[in-house]
């Protein structure tokens, strides 16, 4: 979770969710706050998360995202996710699809992003 630095009111400015299990990672949720966004704050989040993933015996990361949400799409080919496969009509408010994305750990490579 990230927020302000004290002495600021407790404020939630973004998350991110996720569980690794059988050396994989899957991140269910990042979300930053539309009025912290631009900060850096989802770059950190998933950095940190991926490392801690990666420290669990994390080999591979997944994760579903709208093809429509190109700038989470950015953000996670900058890290060197690649797409993998499609989930049609995924998501339920909008039946749109989702774009199933994998970043693999090559053997031996420990580097952060």
Not at 54 to 64: H, S, T
Request: glycine share 6%; hydrophobic share 40%.
């Amino acid at each position: 979770m990230a927020g302000p630095t004290p002495p600021q009111p407790w404020q939630v400015w973004g998350y991110l969710i996720y569980w690794v299990v059988a050396e994989e990672m899957h991140i269910l949720n990042l979300a930053v706050h539309p009025q912290q966004r631009r900060r850096g704050i989802a770059r950190c989040l998933l950095s940190t998360a991926m490392s801690q993933a990666r420290e669990l015996g994390a080999q591979v990361a997944w994760l579903e995202v709208r093809p429509s949400n190109t700038q989470a799409l950015a953000l996670y080919r900058s890290f060197g996710f690649k797409k993998v496969g499609t989930r049609p009509r995924y998501y339920d408010d909008t039946q749109e699809d989702a774009l199933l994305l994998a970043y693999y750990w090559e053997e031996g490579d420990d580097s952060d992003q």
